[in-house]
Protein backbone atom coordinates (compact mmCIF):
# COMPACT_ATOMS: atom_id res chain seq x y z
CA UNK A 1 0.00 0.00 0.00
CA UNK A 2 2.90 2.78 0.70
CA UNK A 3 4.18 2.78 -2.91
CA UNK A 4 0.56 3.05 -4.39
CA UNK A 5 1.10 6.04 -7.09
CA UNK A 6 -1.61 7.69 -7.81
CA UNK A 7 -2.58 7.92 -11.19
CA UNK A 8 0.66 6.09 -13.11
CA UNK A 9 3.08 8.52 -12.66
CA UNK A 10 6.62 7.20 -14.35
CA UNK A 11 9.32 9.14 -12.90
CA UNK A 12 11.92 9.92 -15.69
CA UNK A 13 14.18 12.40 -16.20
CA UNK A 14 13.74 13.07 -19.99
CA UNK A 15 12.39 16.35 -22.16
CA UNK A 16 8.92 16.14 -21.74
CA UNK A 17 9.08 15.39 -18.11
CA UNK A 18 10.65 18.79 -17.77
CA UNK A 19 7.89 20.54 -19.84
CA UNK A 20 6.01 22.84 -18.11
CA UNK A 21 2.73 20.80 -16.97
CA UNK A 22 0.02 23.50 -18.44
CA UNK A 23 1.83 23.09 -21.40
CA UNK A 24 1.11 19.64 -21.50
CA UNK A 25 -2.29 19.73 -20.68
CA UNK A 26 -2.81 21.78 -23.65
CA UNK A 27 -1.28 19.84 -25.88
CA UNK A 28 -2.79 16.53 -24.48
CA UNK A 29 -6.17 18.48 -25.35
CA UNK A 30 -4.67 19.48 -28.85
CA UNK A 31 -3.99 16.23 -29.43
CA UNK A 32 -7.19 14.67 -28.92
CA UNK A 33 -8.97 17.51 -30.86
CA UNK A 34 -6.28 15.94 -33.79
CA UNK A 35 -7.92 12.37 -32.99
CA UNK A 36 -10.68 13.55 -33.49
CA UNK A 37 -10.55 15.69 -36.61
CA UNK A 38 -9.08 12.42 -38.38
CA UNK A 39 -11.96 12.55 -41.38
CA UNK A 40 -14.53 9.52 -41.03
CA UNK A 41 -15.75 8.67 -44.70
CA UNK A 42 -13.79 5.95 -46.47
CA UNK A 43 -11.53 3.23 -45.61
CA UNK A 44 -8.59 5.64 -47.06
CA UNK A 45 -9.39 7.48 -43.99
CA UNK A 46 -7.88 5.45 -41.79
CA UNK A 47 -4.59 6.55 -42.86
CA UNK A 48 -5.32 9.72 -40.87
CA UNK A 49 -4.57 8.20 -37.75
CA UNK A 50 -1.34 7.06 -38.62
CA UNK A 51 0.33 10.25 -37.22
CA UNK A 52 -1.22 10.21 -34.48
CA UNK A 53 0.08 6.18 -33.57
CA UNK A 54 3.42 7.57 -34.75
CA UNK A 55 2.65 10.89 -32.26
CA UNK A 56 2.24 8.57 -29.61
CA UNK A 57 5.38 6.46 -29.92
CA UNK A 58 7.50 9.68 -30.63
CA UNK A 59 6.73 11.28 -27.58
CA UNK A 60 6.95 7.70 -25.15
CA UNK A 61 10.40 7.61 -27.04
CA UNK A 62 11.39 10.66 -25.93
CA UNK A 63 9.86 10.61 -22.48
CA UNK A 64 11.33 7.01 -22.39
CA UNK A 65 8.40 5.81 -21.36
CA UNK A 66 8.37 2.09 -22.55
CA UNK A 67 6.12 1.33 -25.05
CA UNK A 68 4.64 -1.41 -23.77
CA UNK A 69 3.31 0.85 -20.93
CA UNK A 70 1.39 3.39 -22.94
CA UNK A 71 0.10 0.38 -25.06
CA UNK A 72 -1.52 -1.31 -20.86
CA UNK A 73 -3.04 2.02 -20.08
CA UNK A 74 -5.62 0.93 -22.15
CA UNK A 75 -6.64 -2.08 -20.12
CA UNK A 76 -9.38 -0.21 -18.03
CA UNK A 77 -11.21 0.73 -21.28
CA UNK A 78 -11.00 -2.21 -23.17
CA UNK A 79 -13.91 -4.10 -22.19
CA UNK A 80 -16.07 -0.67 -23.37
CA UNK A 81 -13.58 -0.45 -26.64
CA UNK A 82 -14.66 -4.19 -27.74
CA UNK A 83 -18.09 -4.03 -27.03
CA UNK A 84 -18.93 -0.46 -28.76
CA UNK A 85 -17.19 -1.60 -31.57
CA UNK A 86 -19.06 -5.14 -31.72
CA UNK A 87 -22.55 -2.96 -31.21
CA UNK A 88 -21.23 -1.87 -34.74
CA UNK A 89 -20.25 -4.84 -36.17
CA UNK A 90 -24.10 -6.72 -35.47
CA UNK A 91 -26.02 -3.67 -34.84
CA UNK A 92 -25.24 -1.26 -37.96
CA UNK A 93 -27.94 -1.84 -40.74
CA UNK A 94 -26.71 1.19 -43.27
CA UNK A 95 -24.36 0.06 -46.08
CA UNK A 96 -24.38 -2.79 -48.00
CA UNK A 97 -24.05 -6.39 -45.92
CA UNK A 98 -20.75 -8.11 -47.06
CA UNK A 99 -22.71 -11.00 -47.94
CA UNK A 100 -26.30 -11.94 -49.44
CA UNK A 101 -28.53 -11.39 -46.33
CA UNK A 102 -26.14 -11.09 -43.69
CA UNK A 103 -27.01 -8.85 -40.91
CA UNK A 104 -22.39 -7.72 -41.03
CA UNK A 105 -22.56 -4.59 -43.43
CA UNK A 106 -19.47 -2.99 -44.84
CA UNK A 107 -20.22 0.26 -42.89
CA UNK A 108 -20.94 -1.69 -39.99
CA UNK A 109 -17.38 -2.80 -39.71
CA UNK A 110 -15.65 0.61 -41.11
CA UNK A 111 -17.51 1.90 -38.27
CA UNK A 112 -16.15 -0.42 -35.60
CA UNK A 113 -12.31 0.20 -36.92
CA UNK A 114 -13.19 3.64 -36.34
CA UNK A 115 -14.40 4.09 -33.05
CA UNK A 116 -12.05 1.29 -31.90
CA UNK A 117 -8.45 3.49 -33.26
CA UNK A 118 -10.45 6.68 -32.31
CA UNK A 119 -10.96 5.60 -28.93
CA UNK A 120 -7.72 3.45 -27.98
CA UNK A 121 -5.49 6.72 -29.19
CA UNK A 122 -7.44 8.93 -27.33
CA UNK A 123 -6.26 7.12 -23.98
CA UNK A 124 -3.32 6.60 -24.89
CA UNK A 125 -2.14 9.69 -25.87
CA UNK A 126 -4.01 10.85 -22.28
CA UNK A 127 -1.71 8.51 -20.62
CA UNK A 128 1.33 10.25 -21.50
CA UNK A 129 0.18 13.27 -19.50
CA UNK A 130 -0.80 11.31 -16.42
CA UNK A 131 3.02 9.28 -17.22
CA UNK A 132 5.19 12.25 -17.70
CA UNK A 133 3.48 14.62 -15.45
CA UNK A 134 2.81 14.33 -11.19
CA UNK A 135 -0.44 14.66 -10.11
CA UNK A 136 0.60 18.06 -8.01
CA UNK A 137 2.23 19.40 -11.30
CA UNK A 138 -0.66 18.65 -13.34
CA UNK A 139 -3.29 20.27 -10.14
CA UNK A 140 -0.96 23.38 -9.80
CA UNK A 141 -1.31 23.18 -14.08
CA UNK A 142 -4.91 23.33 -13.92
CA UNK A 143 -4.71 26.08 -11.05
CA UNK A 144 -2.90 27.80 -13.39
CA UNK A 145 -4.89 27.50 -16.07
CA UNK A 146 -8.34 28.38 -14.56
CA UNK A 147 -6.89 31.57 -13.46
CA UNK A 148 -8.63 33.74 -15.90
CA UNK A 149 -11.93 32.42 -14.17
CA UNK A 150 -11.05 34.00 -11.24
CA UNK A 151 -12.94 37.13 -13.70
CA UNK A 152 -16.40 35.17 -12.89
CA UNK A 153 -15.38 34.51 -9.51
CA UNK A 154 -14.31 30.69 -9.49
CA UNK A 155 -12.65 30.24 -6.72
CA UNK A 156 -9.59 28.49 -8.37
CA UNK A 157 -7.01 28.77 -5.41
CA UNK A 158 -9.68 26.82 -3.36
CA UNK A 159 -10.44 24.75 -5.80
CA UNK A 160 -6.79 23.81 -6.37
CA UNK A 161 -5.61 23.75 -3.22
CA UNK A 162 -9.00 20.96 -2.60
CA UNK A 163 -7.29 18.89 -5.19
CA UNK A 164 -3.56 18.89 -4.05
CA UNK A 165 -4.91 18.03 -0.18
CA UNK A 166 -7.20 15.58 -2.10
CA UNK A 167 -3.83 13.69 -3.47
CA UNK A 168 -1.87 14.71 -0.40
CA UNK A 169 -4.30 12.20 1.76
CA UNK A 170 -5.21 9.38 -0.89
CA UNK A 171 -1.75 7.37 0.23
CA UNK A 172 -2.90 8.24 4.15
CA UNK A 173 -6.41 7.16 3.70
CA UNK A 174 -4.66 4.27 1.58
CA UNK A 175 -2.67 3.10 4.88
CA UNK A 176 -5.59 3.70 7.13
CA UNK A 177 -7.85 1.72 5.12
CA UNK A 178 -5.13 -1.27 4.95
CA UNK A 179 -4.94 -0.84 9.05
CA UNK A 180 -8.62 -1.30 9.45
CA UNK A 181 -9.28 -3.94 7.19
CA UNK A 182 -6.45 -5.97 9.35
CA UNK A 183 -8.07 -4.92 12.49
CA UNK A 184 -11.75 -6.21 11.22
CA UNK A 185 -9.82 -9.40 9.85
CA UNK A 186 -8.21 -10.36 12.98
CA UNK A 187 -11.44 -10.17 14.89
CA UNK A 188 -13.15 -12.80 12.64
CA UNK A 189 -14.30 -10.35 9.85
CA UNK A 190 -14.85 -12.07 6.20
CA UNK A 191 -14.42 -10.28 3.23
CA UNK A 192 -13.67 -13.05 0.60
CA UNK A 193 -16.64 -15.51 0.29
CA UNK A 194 -20.33 -15.07 -0.05
CA UNK A 195 -22.39 -13.87 -3.39
CA UNK A 196 -21.57 -9.98 -4.49
CA UNK A 197 -23.74 -8.72 -1.75
CA UNK A 198 -22.43 -10.26 0.84
CA UNK A 199 -19.43 -8.84 -0.04
CA UNK A 200 -20.61 -5.37 -0.22
CA UNK A 201 -22.15 -5.74 2.65
CA UNK A 202 -18.81 -6.75 4.36
CA UNK A 203 -17.40 -3.65 3.16
CA UNK A 204 -19.34 -1.61 5.91
CA UNK A 205 -17.38 -2.28 8.44
CA UNK A 206 -14.37 -0.82 6.62
CA UNK A 207 -16.34 1.85 5.29
CA UNK A 208 -17.56 3.39 8.31
CA UNK A 209 -14.95 3.44 10.37
CA UNK A 210 -12.73 4.89 7.23
CA UNK A 211 -15.57 7.95 7.22
CA UNK A 212 -15.21 8.92 10.60
CA UNK A 213 -11.69 9.13 10.83
CA UNK A 214 -11.89 11.10 7.92
CA UNK A 215 -13.85 13.48 9.30
CA UNK A 216 -11.59 13.76 12.13
CA UNK A 217 -9.03 13.98 9.81
CA UNK A 218 -10.31 17.03 8.15
CA UNK A 219 -11.02 18.90 11.69
CA UNK A 220 -7.77 18.29 12.83
CA UNK A 221 -6.38 19.45 9.46
CA UNK A 222 -8.45 22.46 9.45
CA UNK A 223 -7.01 23.56 12.67
CA UNK A 224 -3.55 23.34 11.65
CA UNK A 225 -4.05 25.43 8.28
CA UNK A 226 -5.73 28.00 11.13
CA UNK A 227 -2.79 27.98 13.13
CA UNK A 228 -0.50 28.37 10.25
CA UNK A 229 -2.34 31.07 9.15
CA UNK A 230 -4.74 30.62 6.50
CA UNK A 231 -6.91 32.62 5.25
CA UNK A 232 -8.18 31.70 1.75
CA UNK A 233 -6.43 33.55 -1.36
CA UNK A 234 -6.59 36.55 0.09
CA UNK A 235 -3.50 38.64 -0.06
CA UNK A 236 -1.08 35.23 -0.37
CA UNK A 237 1.88 34.89 -2.05
CA UNK A 238 3.06 31.91 -4.00
CA UNK A 239 6.01 30.05 -3.27
CA UNK A 240 6.37 27.71 -6.54
CA UNK A 241 5.87 29.89 -9.94
CA UNK A 242 5.83 28.13 -13.65
CA UNK A 243 8.23 29.09 -16.19
CA UNK A 244 7.96 28.27 -19.87
CA UNK A 245 11.06 27.14 -21.62
CA UNK A 246 12.40 26.35 -25.72
CA UNK A 247 11.05 22.67 -24.49
CA UNK A 248 7.57 23.84 -24.48
CA UNK A 249 7.57 25.63 -27.48
CA UNK A 250 9.36 22.95 -29.23
CA UNK A 251 6.71 20.54 -28.12
CA UNK A 252 4.04 23.23 -29.29
CA UNK A 253 5.55 22.77 -32.62
CA UNK A 254 5.44 19.34 -32.88
CA UNK A 255 1.93 19.11 -32.05
CA UNK A 256 1.11 21.27 -34.45
CA UNK A 257 2.89 19.44 -37.04
CA UNK A 258 0.65 16.81 -36.03
CA UNK A 259 -2.26 18.71 -36.62
CA UNK A 260 -1.68 19.71 -39.88
CA UNK A 261 -0.59 16.19 -40.89
CA UNK A 262 -4.19 14.79 -39.73
CA UNK A 263 -6.11 17.93 -41.86
CA UNK A 264 -4.28 16.95 -44.66
CA UNK A 265 -4.82 13.10 -44.47
CA UNK B 1 9.14 40.11 30.31
CA UNK B 2 6.35 37.85 30.18
CA UNK B 3 5.33 36.99 26.44
CA UNK B 4 1.77 34.92 27.29
CA UNK B 5 -0.10 36.36 30.42
CA UNK B 6 -3.03 33.92 31.01
CA UNK B 7 -5.35 35.69 33.28
CA UNK B 8 -8.37 33.57 35.23
CA UNK B 9 -8.61 32.02 32.04
CA UNK B 10 -12.00 29.00 32.17
CA UNK B 11 -13.25 28.24 29.07
CA UNK B 12 -16.17 25.39 28.18
CA UNK B 13 -17.30 23.33 25.40
CA UNK B 14 -21.05 23.26 26.24
CA UNK B 15 -21.83 25.69 28.47
CA UNK B 16 -22.21 22.54 31.97
CA UNK B 17 -18.45 21.58 32.10
CA UNK B 18 -15.63 23.52 32.07
CA UNK B 19 -12.58 22.06 30.22
CA UNK B 20 -10.96 24.56 31.69
CA UNK B 21 -10.81 26.46 35.23
CA UNK B 22 -9.89 29.72 36.31
CA UNK B 23 -5.95 28.83 35.33
CA UNK B 24 -3.31 31.70 35.50
CA UNK B 25 0.33 32.01 34.93
CA UNK B 26 2.96 33.38 32.81
CA UNK B 27 5.36 32.70 30.57
CA UNK B 28 8.53 34.75 30.23
CA UNK B 29 9.97 35.26 27.01
CA UNK B 30 12.74 32.71 26.18
CA UNK B 31 11.21 29.71 29.02
CA UNK B 32 10.57 26.58 28.57
CA UNK B 33 7.56 25.91 29.89
CA UNK B 34 5.77 22.13 30.58
CA UNK B 35 2.19 21.09 30.72
CA UNK B 36 1.05 17.81 31.95
CA UNK B 37 -1.93 16.12 32.60
CA UNK B 38 -3.66 13.21 31.54
CA UNK B 39 -6.23 12.39 29.39
CA UNK B 40 -9.54 14.78 29.67
CA UNK B 41 -7.44 17.49 31.81
CA UNK B 42 -7.98 20.55 29.93
CA UNK B 43 -4.27 20.71 28.31
CA UNK B 44 -5.24 20.42 24.89
CA UNK B 45 -7.90 23.01 24.82
CA UNK B 46 -5.46 24.95 26.56
CA UNK B 47 -3.04 24.83 23.66
CA UNK B 48 -6.06 25.76 21.36
CA UNK B 49 -6.52 28.93 23.70
CA UNK B 50 -2.62 30.15 22.91
CA UNK B 51 -3.14 30.60 19.49
CA UNK B 52 -6.78 31.95 19.48
CA UNK B 53 -8.38 28.93 17.96
CA UNK B 54 -10.05 29.21 20.94
CA UNK B 55 -10.99 32.38 22.44
CA UNK B 56 -11.54 31.70 26.66
CA UNK B 57 -15.11 31.97 27.96
CA UNK B 58 -13.88 33.88 31.23
CA UNK B 59 -10.56 35.54 31.64
CA UNK B 60 -8.17 36.63 28.80
CA UNK B 61 -4.68 35.55 27.33
CA UNK B 62 -2.44 38.31 26.49
CA UNK B 63 0.17 37.38 23.92
CA UNK B 64 2.74 40.26 23.36
CA UNK B 65 0.68 42.67 24.69
CA UNK B 66 -2.49 41.52 22.35
CA UNK B 67 -5.47 39.79 23.98
CA UNK B 68 -6.31 36.58 22.06
CA UNK B 69 -10.34 38.00 21.90
CA UNK B 70 -9.49 40.97 19.27
CA UNK B 71 -10.69 38.98 16.35
CA UNK B 72 -8.62 41.33 14.33
CA UNK B 73 -5.02 40.60 15.58
CA UNK B 74 -5.83 36.63 14.89
CA UNK B 75 -2.88 36.50 12.30
CA UNK B 76 -0.85 38.33 13.89
CA UNK B 77 -1.36 36.52 17.30
CA UNK B 78 -0.64 32.92 15.08
CA UNK B 79 2.18 34.26 13.92
CA UNK B 80 3.83 34.85 16.79
CA UNK B 81 2.56 31.98 18.52
CA UNK B 82 3.13 28.22 16.41
CA UNK B 83 1.17 25.23 17.46
CA UNK B 84 2.48 21.59 16.60
CA UNK B 85 -0.20 19.02 16.75
CA UNK B 86 -0.15 15.37 17.67
CA UNK B 87 -0.62 13.70 14.32
CA UNK B 88 1.65 14.95 11.78
CA UNK B 89 -0.19 13.23 8.49
CA UNK B 90 -3.11 15.86 9.34
CA UNK B 91 -1.22 19.12 9.69
CA UNK B 92 0.77 18.25 6.17
CA UNK B 93 -1.09 20.20 3.53
CA UNK B 94 1.20 19.73 0.45
CA UNK B 95 3.23 16.43 -0.93
CA UNK B 96 5.81 17.96 -1.24
CA UNK B 97 7.94 19.11 1.97
CA UNK B 98 9.00 22.42 0.57
CA UNK B 99 5.87 23.26 -0.56
CA UNK B 100 4.36 22.25 2.46
CA UNK B 101 6.80 24.67 4.50
CA UNK B 102 5.75 27.41 1.83
CA UNK B 103 2.21 27.08 3.06
CA UNK B 104 2.29 29.29 6.06
CA UNK B 105 4.82 32.16 4.82
CA UNK B 106 2.52 31.91 1.46
CA UNK B 107 -0.34 32.86 3.70
CA UNK B 108 0.90 35.64 5.58
CA UNK B 109 2.55 37.11 2.30
CA UNK B 110 5.98 36.56 2.55
CA UNK B 111 7.59 37.62 -0.61
CA UNK B 112 9.18 34.47 -3.25
CA UNK B 113 12.45 35.17 -2.40
CA UNK B 114 12.32 35.16 0.79
CA UNK B 115 10.04 32.12 1.38
CA UNK B 116 13.45 30.22 0.20
CA UNK B 117 15.06 31.92 2.75
CA UNK B 118 12.96 30.62 5.20
CA UNK B 119 12.49 27.12 3.69
CA UNK B 120 16.47 27.00 3.93
CA UNK B 121 16.10 28.43 7.72
CA UNK B 122 13.67 25.57 8.90
CA UNK B 123 14.70 22.69 7.50
CA UNK B 124 18.45 22.90 8.92
CA UNK B 125 16.84 24.03 12.06
CA UNK B 126 14.75 20.38 12.29
CA UNK B 127 18.10 18.71 10.26
CA UNK B 128 15.84 17.57 7.08
CA UNK B 129 17.92 19.17 4.69
CA UNK B 130 17.93 16.17 2.64
CA UNK B 131 14.37 15.59 2.35
CA UNK B 132 13.30 18.88 0.85
CA UNK B 133 12.59 17.30 -2.39
CA UNK B 134 10.45 14.52 -1.15
CA UNK B 135 7.06 13.45 -0.04
CA UNK B 136 5.59 13.39 3.47
CA UNK B 137 4.35 10.04 3.32
CA UNK B 138 7.92 8.08 2.57
CA UNK B 139 8.89 9.83 5.44
CA UNK B 140 9.28 8.18 9.66
CA UNK B 141 6.92 9.53 12.02
CA UNK B 142 9.62 11.40 13.63
CA UNK B 143 10.49 12.97 10.36
CA UNK B 144 7.07 13.94 9.38
CA UNK B 145 6.74 15.59 12.82
CA UNK B 146 10.19 17.59 12.05
CA UNK B 147 8.34 18.63 8.88
CA UNK B 148 5.61 19.72 10.82
CA UNK B 149 7.86 21.52 12.93
CA UNK B 150 9.77 23.11 10.31
CA UNK B 151 6.80 24.19 8.70
CA UNK B 152 5.44 26.25 12.09
CA UNK B 153 9.05 27.53 12.03
CA UNK B 154 8.88 29.30 8.80
CA UNK B 155 6.22 31.64 10.13
CA UNK B 156 9.09 32.69 12.62
CA UNK B 157 7.60 32.35 15.68
CA UNK B 158 8.37 33.86 19.32
CA UNK B 159 6.38 30.50 20.56
CA UNK B 160 6.23 27.55 19.87
CA UNK B 161 3.13 25.24 21.54
CA UNK B 162 3.66 21.64 21.30
CA UNK B 163 0.21 19.95 21.60
CA UNK B 164 1.36 16.28 22.74
CA UNK B 165 3.71 16.34 19.07
CA UNK B 166 5.43 13.07 20.61
CA UNK B 167 2.52 11.26 21.69
CA UNK B 168 1.98 8.98 18.11
CA UNK B 169 5.61 8.96 18.07
CA UNK B 170 8.27 5.69 18.53
CA UNK B 171 11.28 6.65 21.16
CA UNK B 172 13.19 7.50 18.50
CA UNK B 173 11.16 9.73 17.14
CA UNK B 174 10.18 10.96 20.68
CA UNK B 175 13.79 11.64 21.35
CA UNK B 176 14.63 13.59 18.24
CA UNK B 177 11.79 16.22 18.85
CA UNK B 178 12.89 16.96 22.23
CA UNK B 179 16.19 17.60 21.15
CA UNK B 180 14.84 19.79 18.20
CA UNK B 181 13.14 21.50 20.89
CA UNK B 182 15.33 21.64 23.34
CA UNK B 183 17.83 23.06 20.66
CA UNK B 184 15.44 25.82 19.62
CA UNK B 185 14.99 27.04 22.81
CA UNK B 186 17.89 27.16 23.68
CA UNK B 187 20.32 28.48 20.45
CA UNK B 188 17.62 30.62 18.82
CA UNK B 189 15.97 31.24 22.36
CA UNK B 190 12.34 30.87 21.13
CA UNK B 191 9.54 29.95 23.89
CA UNK B 192 8.64 26.79 23.92
CA UNK B 193 5.10 25.40 25.74
CA UNK B 194 5.62 21.81 25.86
CA UNK B 195 1.81 19.96 26.60
CA UNK B 196 2.31 16.58 27.12
CA UNK B 197 1.29 13.80 29.48
CA UNK B 198 4.89 11.60 30.10
CA UNK B 199 6.78 12.64 32.42
CA UNK B 200 9.80 12.08 31.58
CA UNK B 201 9.45 14.95 28.97
CA UNK B 202 9.28 17.62 31.54
CA UNK B 203 12.82 17.46 32.53
CA UNK B 204 14.25 20.05 30.49
CA UNK B 205 11.67 21.83 31.09
CA UNK B 206 12.47 26.05 33.44
CA UNK B 207 9.04 25.34 34.88
CA UNK B 208 6.30 22.67 35.14
CA UNK B 209 2.12 23.06 35.72
CA UNK B 210 0.54 19.95 36.38
CA UNK B 211 -3.15 20.31 35.26
CA UNK B 212 -5.96 18.27 36.67
CA UNK B 213 -10.11 18.94 35.65
CA UNK B 214 -9.14 21.99 34.36
CA UNK B 215 -7.26 23.23 37.59
CA UNK B 216 -3.13 23.56 38.23
CA UNK B 217 -2.82 21.58 40.56
CA UNK B 218 0.97 21.48 41.17
CA UNK B 219 3.35 24.06 39.60
CA UNK B 220 6.74 24.65 40.67
CA UNK B 221 10.73 23.38 38.82
CA UNK B 222 10.77 19.40 37.77
CA UNK B 223 12.84 18.91 40.81
CA UNK B 224 10.26 20.39 43.00
CA UNK B 225 7.21 18.83 41.00
CA UNK B 226 9.13 15.20 41.28
CA UNK B 227 9.27 15.45 45.51
CA UNK B 228 5.34 15.32 45.12
CA UNK B 229 5.37 11.54 44.40
CA UNK B 230 2.32 10.94 45.97
CA UNK B 231 0.09 14.17 45.09
CA UNK B 232 1.17 13.32 40.93
CA UNK B 233 0.44 9.68 41.72
CA UNK B 234 -3.44 10.69 43.03
CA UNK B 235 -3.66 12.52 39.91
CA UNK B 236 -3.30 9.90 37.52
CA UNK B 237 0.06 10.45 36.48
CA UNK B 238 3.45 8.76 36.75
CA UNK B 239 6.88 9.39 37.86
CA UNK B 240 10.00 8.97 35.30
CA UNK B 241 11.96 6.17 36.41
CA UNK B 242 14.54 7.11 37.97
CA UNK B 243 12.12 9.40 40.11
CA UNK B 244 10.23 6.45 40.37
CA UNK B 245 12.86 4.39 41.70
CA UNK B 246 14.38 6.89 44.54
CA UNK B 247 10.89 6.84 45.36
CA UNK B 248 10.82 3.14 46.42
CA UNK B 249 13.84 3.29 47.65
CA UNK B 250 13.43 5.48 50.03
CA UNK B 251 10.09 3.51 50.98
CA UNK B 252 11.87 0.58 51.73
CA UNK B 253 14.48 2.54 54.26
CA UNK B 254 17.16 3.52 52.15
CA UNK B 255 17.74 6.97 52.62
CA UNK B 256 18.32 8.32 48.72
CA UNK B 257 18.09 12.18 48.45
CA UNK B 258 14.89 13.57 47.10
CA UNK B 259 13.86 15.29 44.16
CA UNK B 260 15.91 13.20 42.01
CA UNK B 261 15.33 13.77 37.78
CA UNK B 262 17.49 11.20 35.51
CA UNK B 263 19.34 7.47 36.14
CA UNK B 264 22.81 9.74 36.43
CA UNK B 265 21.92 11.48 39.57
CA UNK B 266 19.99 8.07 40.56
CA UNK B 267 23.38 6.69 40.26
CA UNK B 268 25.39 9.62 42.39
CA UNK B 269 22.75 9.67 45.17
CA UNK B 270 23.64 5.73 45.84
CA UNK B 271 27.35 6.04 45.33
CA UNK B 272 27.09 7.98 47.84
CA UNK B 273 25.00 5.73 50.32
CA UNK B 274 28.08 3.68 50.56
Known amino acids: MKEFSFGSYYPENSFVHKMDARVKILLSIAYIVAVFLVKNNTWINYLGFVPCLLFVIIVAVVSKIPFIKVVKSIKTIIFFVILSALLQIFFNKSGTPLWKNGFITDKGLYNAGYIFLRIVLVVMGASLLTFTTSPVEIADGIESLLTPLKLIKFPVHEFALVMSIALRFIPTLLDETDRIIKAQTSRGADFNSGNIFKKAKALIPILIPLLISSFRRADELADAMDARCYAGSKNRTKYKKMKLSLRDLIGTLFTALLIVGVCFL | ?274
Open chain 2, 1 to 274: MSIIEVKNVSYTYDKTKFAVKNVSFDVKEGEYVAIIGHNGSGKSTLAKLFNALFVPTNGEIIVDGISTSQKDKLFEIRKKVGVVFQNPDNGIVASIVEDDIAFGPENIGVKREEIGERIDFALKTVGMEKFRYSSPDRLSGGQKQRIAIAGVLALKPKVIVLDESTAMLDPKGRQEILNVVKKLNKEQGVTVIAITHYMDEVLNADKVYVLDEGEIALQGTPREIFKEGAKIKSIGLELPLASFIAEKLRQAGVPVKDGILDKEELKGAICELK
